[in-house]
């Protein structure tokens, strides 16, 4: 079984510039979530996805970053403009609405902003 | 809400050693906990969890961990400890469906 797949691993932007990241869940399961991990901390959740709704986007700091996961699969995050301080390393994990309902995470992409 | 404490920055074992990561957690309810391990530049790795049932769980890679509600912790153990456990540890409870992670803790085997 395939894992949560994103793109790119690595990133290095200007700052003011827009960066986008993409995600593709692990097949049939419904619930996807972008975490931002600072280096030496824990990750922190930014979105949550069911399906196609974002349910939990509390934590999303909506005047710069935005997300979307059209037709409840593949799911995009976006900065716009990037600032210094969103350097940071962006994971995409995924979970089935069944209990015990692990998450199970990407790779991550490691972006920095210059 | 529902939050992890892992007291340890560090952990330093000689290989074949027992290896103890501890963790200690908040809750109001029951606990759903985590262990996940990240090897440098790559993703979070599942390696167990406990929802109910037995207090000791058994994960991957030889990986186990104690439950043990009157001390409200969660250690994570192996008996005897490889080069290649080498990582960083993140404890985690679920909160609502969100994951609250700790700080991590860096774990060196020494050969």
């Known amino acids: 079984e395939a894992g949560v797949v994103q793109s790119p691993r690595y990133k290095i932007i200007e700052k003011k510039q827009p960066v986008a990241f993409w995600c593709n869940p692990i097949s049939g399961h419904n619930t996807l979530y972008w975490y931002l991990q600072n280096l030496g901390q824990g990750p922190e959740l930014l979105i949550r996805y069911e399906n196609e709704e974002a349910v939990d986007d509390s934590q999303l700091p909506k005047d710069r970053f935005s997300a979307e996961r059209l037709k409840g699969v593949d799911s995009t995050l976006k900065i716009q403009p990037a600032e210094l301080g969103d350097s940071a390393v962006y994971l995409c994990?995924?979970?089935?609405?069944?209990?015990?309902?692990?998450?199970?995470f990407g790779p991550g992409t490691r972006l920095t902003v210059l | 809400a529902q939050s992890v404490a892992q007291p340890e920055d560090q952990v330093n074992v000689a290989e074949g050693n027992p290896l103890t990561v501890k963790c200690t957690y908040s809750?109001?309810?029951?606990?759903?906990l985590f262990w996940y391990v990240q090897y440098p530049n790559r993703g979070l790795q599942f390696l167990l969890k406990y929802i109910t049932g037995d207090n000791l769980v058994k994960g991957s890679y030889g990986f186990e961990a104690e439950f043990n509600k009157s001390q409200t912790s969660f250690h994570l153990k192996k008996p005897s400890a490889l080069v290649s456990d080498s990582a960083l540890y993140f404890c985690a409870v679920r909160d609502d469906y969100k994951l609250s992670f700790g700080a991590g803790t860096t774990v060196t085997v020494r050969a």
């Open positions: 809750v109001s309810g029951n606990p759903y």
């Open positions: 994990a995924s979970s089935s609405r069944i209990p015990p309902d692990t998450q199970y």
